[in-house]
Structures are given as C-alpha cells and as structure tokens.
C-alpha cells in the first residue's frame, strides 16, 4: 500500500540554517503548493492490483522528493540513501518517517518507475501554473546551447566488445532462474575481460593481433545467444516474466552485432567511421558524439535551451535525443531561480 502524502509531519523534522538548507525548505514549501502533480506521479506508482493492507511503503510525495534530491545533488543512489540515513536536512525535505530507511535497491526500483512522459505532464502543469500567477515571465527570453554528457566511461571497441560479451553470457547464466529454461553455454567472460584488459594496455602494432581474437569470442556468443533465443522462444507458451529475458537478448544482440560491424571497420579494415554511425555506449547506446572545437570530444547530448529573466527553464530540446526533455532536466526550472 501507498499512501499519496504524509498526512502529520513530524515535531522532530528540522531544515539546517545552512544555505542549501534554506534552499530545499523553500522548494519544499513551493512543492506543496502544487499537490495536483502527484496525482499524475502516482499513475506510475500505485498499482491496482497491490492490495490496500499492508506495510506503508514510501508515500508519493517522498519518492517525488527523493528523485528531486538525486538530481540536486547529482549523486548515485547508493550515496542518496546513505544521505536520507544520515542527515536530517534532506529526511525532512524528502519527509521520510523516523521508521523508514530507505535502500539503494528500493529507491533505484521505485524511483526509475516514474516515466519520462510524466515528468513532462509535470513541467507542463507547473508551467502553466507559475504563467497564470505570472511568476514566470517570457517578455525576455535568453536562448544558448550547451553539451549535457552521458554517465559513461570514454569508449574503446575493446571494452564495448567486452561488454557486449559479458551481458549476453550473464543472460544465458540467468536464463534457469528467469525462464525456467537451463541453457548449456560457453562463458567467455574471463577470455573477453583478459584480452579487453591487453588490448588496453597493449602497443598499438599488438592490438592489430588481439582484436581477430575478441572479435572471434564476440562472434561465438552470438552464435550461443540464436541458439538460447531458439530453445526459450520454443519452450515457453505464454511468456511472461521470460518476454523480457527475450526482449534483453535481442536488444543486446542488436547492439554487440553494431559494435562488431564499427570494430571490424576501424581496426582490421582502417575505414573512418561517420560519428553517426558510431555506438560509444551498452547501456547508454542513444549517447552521441559531440566535437566541439578542435580534437575536444564530448559524449552526451546538445540541448537547445532558453529561460526566462528570474532564470526559469521555458523550454528545452535534446537534439537526436531518444529520451524526452523531462526525464534529466525537472528540477532546474525550480532551483536555477535567481532570488
């Protein structure tokens, strides 16, 4: 069960005199004034078929406030859940019982449920609000482009073959668990993580010899992963739990079948390969490749954005992004406010 709002705060919650204490009590203040948005949230949150008794889990208020906190601070949620343990400042903002505690694994699962999509009905609903009570002005409006990079390490094709290679095995390892289907395998994550490891560390007239080798491996799990995708779309009749194991297969396969293909081109064949043809990223694979200047590369996405004389964000766009404005870019047009 999961309750919209905390109905009694606590006597014992309390902001810091610090600045950026000042700062979240009078975001906090600006939140509740708006209770309308967390009807929208909780679409994504609350499910019809949890029933209503039960433990209380974090209210929709608090995970709203935590992902705001997440994103103020820019920090990962191991650290977001050690700070909502241990300061008091942010427990209050986020308003999180004495009672509760949080974990890395439950706030990450909770909060990544709230939808891109969302966060935009939420912009929008705010928006409208701040321009009807006429605390967002657009008589003046500054326009500027800037480069938001994406949570990656810099790329190599060793490490992207690897890593294609190392979730495509963990898949098949974990298939008995997630589809009930035990698939026989070779795991050649130890192999790929060696010869990755060399090729990194390895002269440049030595990587021409490793890479034939990982490319080989890369090729052998694509091979192992047509023949598990088989067996499992074979003995599974109403897939449910397991159309997702699929749906990851097929993604990752698609993905490594690109990172052979740029590697395969670049290393053994010399071609340029146009930075829009280029994957830098598993995991963050809509990242692009941004050259700014002369030899300064950036990876992320260019953003068009403007704001408002008192610093508010009216509007923004991610040039060739695939996810929407919302998802990173919420909590500026609140903070970034000139008081």
Known sequence: MRETRVAQASIFENYSEHEFG??????????????????????????????????????????????????????????????????????????????QSPSRSGLQSTIRKIEPETLEKVHQTLSKSWLEKNILSIDKLRIDSTVVASNIAPPSDSQLLNDGIRVLSRLQAKSRKITGVKLRFTDYRKASKSLAFRIFNAKNTEKEALYPDLLKLARQVLKQIDRGLLRVSAEISDPGQEKKWIQEAVHYKGLLLKVIDQTKRRVIDKENVHSSEKIVSLFEPHTDVIVKGYRDIQYGHKINISSEKNGFITYLRIEKAILPIAACFFPYWIITRRH
Not at 26 to 43: F, G, K, R, W
Not at 44 to 58: A, D, H, M, T, Y
Not at 71 to 99: C, G, P, V
């Open 22 to 99: 000042s700062r979240l009590k009078t975001l906090s203040n600006i939140l509740d004034q708006h209770p309308d948005v967390l009807s929208l949230i909780a679409n994504n949150l609350i499910e019809k078929s949890v029933s209503e008794v039960g433990r209380l889990g974090l209210s929709i208020d608090s995970i709203f406030r935590c992902l705001l906190l997440k994103q103020l601070l820019n920090i990962s949620y191991e650290k977001l859940a050690f700070h909502l343990s241990d300061s008091m400042t942010y427990r209050t903002f986020a308003r999180i019982a004495h009672d």
